[in-house]
């Protein structure tokens, strides 16, 4: 699209990719082990959205890699690195997961009304700004609560087991914004999801979250 092309054109590599990219090109080991051990759990939990099962989706990340070696090449540098590697899992995933019959109809995900999926109100997040996405405020008692209990493993198991009964896409989307601090556009791009599409999807997670840990809290509290 031209919009992308736009977006490629005045693309600025990160510090020090141009580096990790030739050494990949000279085919060094360390480079490429250091590379896989980086995005390996990310990429795993992204193909697990399109298959099966977690054997299949460790197949798949397995060939990703394999596509890497092999094109790398052919690497031009009008995205990151990250991307570009992203870009191949997914092509790979959603090849294998038309196979068996498994699709994840992205382009139909978030925006209708009445669908009953979101779990707090919209309006508890901030729409625009450097907190975008974030809650407007606290969760009902939440100052009441010392902080060691805020960050105890209690309250971290309640978060982790709210995230791991979410949907497979709101799972790895809020894992990939909230946990490994993906910027929206590196999400987007992985997963090749419009902007609106991306905010539903993560704002959901997050509302599901919320509900979970407000609900968790004030059963402490009572």
Request: glycine fraction near 8%; charged fraction near 30%.
């Given at each position: 699209?031209a ?33 896989v ?23 798949v ?35 294998r997961g ?9 382009s ?30 606290a ?9 060691e ?23 790895t ?13 590196e ?36």
């Amino acid at each position: 699209s031209a919009s992308m092309d736009a977006r490629e054109m005045s693309y600025a590599p990160p510090p020090g990719q141009a580096a990790i990219v030739e050494a990949l090109k000279r085919g060094d080991e360390r480079t490429f082990s250091d590379l896989v051990s980086e995005y390996s759990p990310s990429m795993l939990r992204v193909a697990r959205m399109y298959v099966s099962s977690r054997a299949v989706a460790e197949e798949v990340v397995q060939e990703a890699w394999l596509g890497v070696i092999s094109g790398i090449g052919r690497f031009e540098g009008r995205a990151s690195l990250k991307t570009w590697i992203f870009r191949i899992l997914t092509n790979i995933a959603k090849t294998r997961g038309e196979r068996e019959g498994r699709s994840v109809p992205f382009s139909s995900v978030g925006g209708r009304e009445g669908d009953g999926d979101v779990a707090v109100d919209p309006d508890r997040f901030l729409d625009a700004g450097r907190w975008a996405g974030h809650w407007t405020s606290a969760p009902s008692r939440w100052s009441e609560l010392p902080e060691e209990q805020l960050v105890g493993g209690e309250t971290v198991s309640v978060v982790e087991k709210a995230i791991a009964a979410l949907p497979d896409v709101q799972r790895t989307v809020i894992t990939l914004r909230d946990i490994e601090g993906w910027s929206s556009e590196e999400v987007r791009n992985a997963l090749d999801l419009s902007e609106t599409n991306q905010r539903v999807i993560l704002h959901r997670a997050r509302s599901k979250v919320r509900a979970a840990l407000e609900g968790y809290l004030d059963g402490e509290q009572t």
